[in-house]
């Protein structure tokens, strides 16, 4: 079994929390209290109504989510969140805690964005200097910018993925930010990168990236869910003999064929 005390020790030299976003994000315990030691972990990219079933059929001692489980101050969600007060109370009930890593883990180093840019095979590896977050790094040979969506593609396999090309022809150095992160577009482009990839780019942002004649990729928010490989093997080169388990999988957004 594995101490809670060492795991929360690691996430604290890894994610700690103050790397997550001071103004709008929660990480932690969300459901409590801990075990004093731990056997079995489900990781999922979210806790959803949908899990409980399965959650009582595999009784794990800890659930760990990327997205908070609880967004916002908790007394506040759970008053006016009935189902969610009741799903609360159902997981402690049932004795099983659930603790979120969420930006913390996108910036801390070896989580989201390292995993991405690992992913794509980039060399020398960074952070931005405008945006600890995101990551930056170079392709093996630079690529045209279709060619280059389409190796985003296979390398995360997704079905699609829709971009704007406005910007330099060739891409060889590339940066990115999982999830909803389209805003540091201009962070990438000031630092020299020839193309920037996130996620739920809203209207402004987009006419913004082509006003500022510049290369973008949005990539699903679902691709975060490399947070389930990458903590399980985390979790096991802290304790081998844990059961980790990976359960819940998000479907990708289709396109339709009308």
């Given at each position: 079994?594995?101490?809670?005390?060492?795991?929360?020790?690691?996430?604290?030299?890894?994610?700690?929390?103050?790397?997550?976003?001071?103004?709008?994000?929660?990480?932690?315990?969300?459901?409590?209290?801990?075990?004093?030691?731990i056997?079995?972990?489900?990781?999922?990219?979210?806790?959803?109504?949908?899990?409980?079933?399965?959650?009582?059929?595999?009784?794990?001692?800890?659930?760990?989510?990327?997205?908070?489980?609880?967004?916002?101050?908790?007394?506040?969600?759970?008053?006016?969140?009935?189902?969610?007060?009741?799903?609360?109370?159902?997981?402690q009930v049932?004795?099983?805690?659930?603790y979120?890593?969420?930006?913390?883990?996108?910036?801390?180093?070896?989580?989201?964005?390292?995993?991405?840019?690992?992913?794509?095979?980039?060399?020398?590896?960074?952070?931005?200097?405008?945006?600890?977050?995101?990551?930056?790094?170079?392709?093996?040979?630079?690529?045209?910018m279709?060619?280059?969506?389409?190796?985003?593609?296979?390398?995360?396999?997704?079905?699609?993925?829709?971009?704007?090309?406005?910007?330099?022809?060739?891409?060889?150095?590339?940066?990115?930010?999982?999830?909803?992160?389209?805003?540091?577009?201009?962070?990438?482009?000031?630092?020299?990168?020839?193309?920037?990839?996130?996620?739920?780019?809203?209207?402004?942002?987009?006419?913004?990236?082509?006003?500022?004649?510049?290369?973008?990729?949005?990539?699903?928010?679902?691709?975060?869910?490399i947070?389930?490989?990458?903590?399980?093997?985390?979790?096991?080169?802290?304790?081998?003999?844990?059961?980790?388990?990976?359960?819940?999988?998000?479907?990708?957004?289709?396109?339709?064929?009308?």
């Open positions: 079994m594995l101490n809670t005390k060492t795991l929360l020790t690691h996430f604290g030299k890894d994610f700690p929390k103050r790397l997550a976003e001071k103004y709008h994000d929660y990480v932690g315990l969300m459901v409590g209290p801990l075990p004093t030691s056997q079995k972990v489900v990781v999922t990219l979210d806790l959803e109504y949908m899990h409980q079933a399965t959650l009582e059929t595999l009784k794990p001692d800890l659930v760990i989510t990327h997205h908070p489980f609880i967004y916002g101050p908790k007394g506040a969600v759970l008053r006016r969140d009935e189902r969610k007060r009741h799903y609360v109370t159902w997981l049932h004795g099983i805690a659930v979120s890593l969420h930006t913390n883990f996108d910036e801390g180093r070896g989580g989201m964005n390292d995993a991405l840019a690992s992913a794509l095979n980039l060399q020398n590896i960074q952070p931005l200097l405008g945006d600890p977050m995101a990551r930056g790094g170079q392709l093996h040979q630079p690529m045209a279709e060619a280059f969506v389409d190796y985003v593609r296979q390398q995360l396999h997704l079905p699609y993925s829709w971009y704007l090309a406005e910007g330099a022809s060739l891409i060889h150095k590339v940066a990115l930010v999982g999830g909803g992160g389209s805003r540091s577009y201009a962070i990438a482009q000031q630092e020299g990168y020839d193309c920037f990839l996130s996620g739920d780019a809203p209207h402004h942002v987009r006419r913004s990236i082509v006003n500022d004649h510049y290369n973008y990729v949005e990539l699903a928010h679902e691709i975060e869910e947070f389930l490989p990458v903590m399980k093997n985390y979790l096991l080169r802290l304790d081998p003999q844990l059961t980790v388990l990976t359960p819940f999988q998000q479907a990708l957004p289709r396109l339709s064929h009308e």
